[in-house]
């Protein structure tokens, strides 16, 4: 948890601050005077983020926060705010950003509303496309009086935000859609879901660099379900550690199907383990070329039981989006190949 202050003035004005760290409480604070490229690193380093904003800068940070999700402003009942918002009130608004939930507040005369007190809850839709998906949840929440977001997320599956609780709504959302997720973190989800069954999963990463256990690791208790992995980012560590085959690489290259079936096998025998996912691409900015460029990734899955499937995706942007796409898409595979729906 962080609060970021932009605006030269808040740094002297102790009162506002006291007030607002009554409302928040926070492990980090940053200050800075102007807007700063700097900030979006800290967005992404918490998983929750107050930003607090003078109102000569607040149109600006709003842009910026929408921009992070590839979003826009809209105008809505007299609110400047992303499409993408969760919850909003006057001069405070609540997004989503990867796993960090952001709440841009601006200061005028008082301190509005901090939305990060209250609960948001996250449904996870895979076997639809956005608009089927929205057909079916919008009646039930509609029933029920409830606001929600929904949007396809960075791994190609739906969420679905909303903020009043409700079982009921929950079981009837269940009926509709079989293929339901209901948890904020899924990798939380898929350490409780791998818990249950006994089950380890272990990892072989390339263009990731070790994100993927990264995230599963961030989860407590995850040592239950995960021994380790390997981050074979060097062709000479794919074939002395998991024993992809030379003349494979020289033939397919890193980066295809054979190779990241391979690692799958490689991985899975020195582990033991149950299950693997393993990942290799090209992440950028350089390295493409004409046959395959960047954002190239093949994503494959695996079991000791023998079942394999292996994906070959084009994903857009910079390199850490390419890398937390990929992640996220090993994420959506496995879950829908290994039916942990």
Not at 180 to 197: D, R
Not at 284 to 313: A, H, M
Request: with cysteine.
């Amino acid at each position: 948890m962080a609060i970021i202050f932009i605006g030269k003035e808040f740094k002297y004005r102790d009162f506002l601050q006291t007030q607002i760290f009554s409302k928040y409480k926070t492990d980090k604070i940053y200050y800075f005077d102007n807007v700063d490229f700097e900030i979006e690193a800290i967005l992404n380093k918490h998983t929750e983020v107050l930003v607090v904003s003078n109102e000569k800068l607040y149109s600006t940070i709003a842009k910026i926060i929408a921009t992070l999700n590839s979003d826009s402003l809209e105008l809505k009942n007299g609110y400047l705010i992303p499409t993408q918002t969760l919850l909003y009130e006057k001069n405070s608004f609540l997004i989503s950003h990867k796993e960090t939930l952001i709440n841009l507040i601006k200061i005028t005369d008082f301190i509005p509303n901090i939305l990060l007190t209250q609960d948001v809850y996250t449904l996870h839709i895979f076997n639809y496309d956005l608009q089927t998906a929205d057909m079916f949840i919008k009646p039930i929440f509609d029933t029920f009086m409830i606001d929600y977001i929904i949007y396809e997320n960075e791994g190609g599956w739906c969420e679905v935000k909303f903020h009043k609780f409700n079982e009921n709504l929950i079981k009837q959302l269940k009926g509709f859609i079989p293929h339901m997720i209901f948890s904020n973190n899924i990798f939380e989800y898929l350490k409780t879901e791998l818990e249950i069954k006994g089950e380890k999963l272990t990892f072989a990463e390339s263009c990731t660099g070790g994100l993927i256990a990264s995230y599963l690791t961030k989860v407590s208790g995850s040592s239950s379900v995960f021994d380790g992995s390997v981050i074979s980012y060097a062709n000479r560590i794919k074939s002395e550690w998991l024993g992809v085959d030379a003349k494979a690489l020289e033939k397919f290259g890193a980066v295809s199907e054979e190779t990241v079936q391979q690692m799958l096998l490689g991985i899975l025998e020195i582990s033991s383990n149950d299950y693997a996912i393993a990942v290799s691409g090209i992440a950028g900015p350089s390295g493409g070329s004409e046959t395959k460029p960047v954002g190239t990734v093949f994503i494959g899955v695996g079991d000791k039981k023998g079942r394999f499937q292996v994906e070959r995706l084009q994903f857009k942007g910079n390199r850490e989006q390419i890398q937390y796409q990929t992640m996220m898409h090993s994420m959506r595979l496995f879950i829908k190949f290994f039916n942990f729906l």
